[in-house]
């Protein structure tokens, strides 16, 4: 059984996340410890709630240079929802905050006419191949909580899309060992335990 590290930084979701790793075939670890994080073989920052709270307890944990450099060794990662938005350069949601600045781009509001939160179950289709949607297919349905979203400088990273209040948006994002999905994977049944499966035999 691997070791994933799940990283505490104040958010909600954990235990969903726990349990989806234990039933996926992982021993999870829950852990605000810098030197825990640092050290792991596989790496999930989920995450529920808004950025500036995010960034904040992040930077004051010492947890996002560690995340950061724990990206930059090319070992597996994957975020959730606020652990994707927290990717990239800049979030728009209540002002605008620095974020990780991994990914280039910015996290933005649906649009005013949208009802948010985007919150259910939507179709997702895969754009482009990666092993961590190894076996499921496109068009499957996956469980979201989201009023922002991520608009990347760069196509090139967006794996898979949805589509709400006629915004198509990327669903899950990656480049090689990075890896983040915007739904919940917790909570999308078996399509989500596949695709949490799939991040733990990426573990050497």
């Known amino acids: 059984m691997r070791d994933v590290v799940i990283v505490d930084y104040g958010a909600g979701n954990l235990l969903s996340v726990e349990r989806a790793v234990k039933v996926a075939g992982g021993k999870p670890i829950i852990t605000s410890d810098p030197k825990v994080v640092a050290s792991a073989t596989g790496l999930i920052v989920p995450g529920v709630g808004a950025a500036a709270d995010t960034m904040r307890n992040l930077r004051e944990r010492g947890l996002d240079r560690v995340i950061s450099a724990f990206i930059e060794s090319d070992r597996p990662f994957l975020g ?12 728009r949601e209540g002002g605008k905050h620095e974020c990780l600045g991994v990914l280039g781009g910015e996290i933005v509001r649906f649009p005013e006419e949208a009802v948010v939160p985007h919150m259910g179950w939507n179709i997702v289709n895969q754009v482009s191949e990666h092993p961590i949607m190894a076996g499921i297919e496109t068009g499957f349905h996956f469980y979201f909580v989201h009023s922002y979203f991520a608009a990347p400088t760069e196509s090139a990273c967006v794996i898979a899309e949805a589509s709400y209040a006629g915004v198509n948006f990327p669903a899950v994002v990656g480049i090689g060992n990075l890896m983040a999905t915007q739904f919940h994977p917790e909570k999308s049944g078996p399509a989500g335990l596949r695709l949490y499966q799939n991040f733990i035999d990426l573990l050497s």
């Open 80 to 91: 959730v929802c606020m652990g994707m938005q927290a990717l990239f350069d800049i979030s």
